[in-house]
């Protein structure tokens, strides 16, 4: 009887599961290249580099094209939100954080005004290299 129970019970899960990838419509997009730009090191006489790999979580995949058509605008923002960090935020954990977060804010606004719509859930840095 238990085995029957177990066997149920795993098949309803199954099924379940099934289901809720089917419903999943959930894409990703990455810039090509990596954004690669400057930032103000602590004396105006030094410049630093910082190289980030930028992925997109799209709300919907059909949104792709919509993305790939905004991606010359999407990488300037990000360009000019990185160029004006100063070092200390640009190696630091926290400010790495905040960073990704004033690009997610900016990048939903953008395309908000462009098409409309929300498209973007979540921007995800996915290498970030500084010197």
Do not use: W
């Amino acid at each position: 009887m238990n085995r029957i129970c177990v066997a149920l019970m795993a098949i309803v899960l199954i099924c379940v599961s099934t289901n809720l990838r089917a419903e999943s419509t959930v894409g990703y997009f990455g810039f090509e290249p990596d954004i690669i730009t400057n930032y103000i090191g602590q004396s105006n006489k030094k410049l630093g580099y910082v190289r980030v790999t930028v992925d997109l979580m799209l709300d919907d995949v059909s949104n792709i094209a919509v993305v790939e058509h905004h991606t010359p605008l999407l990488r300037d923002a990000i360009v000019q939100i990185l160029s004006k960090e100063p070092e200390e935020t640009i190696k630091s954990l926290t400010g790495r954080e905040e960073i990704r977060q004033r690009c997610a804010e900016k990048l939903k606004t953008l395309l908000k005004e462009e098409t409309g719509q929300e498209i973007i859930r979540e921007v995800l840095f996915t290498k970030y290299l500084y010197h």
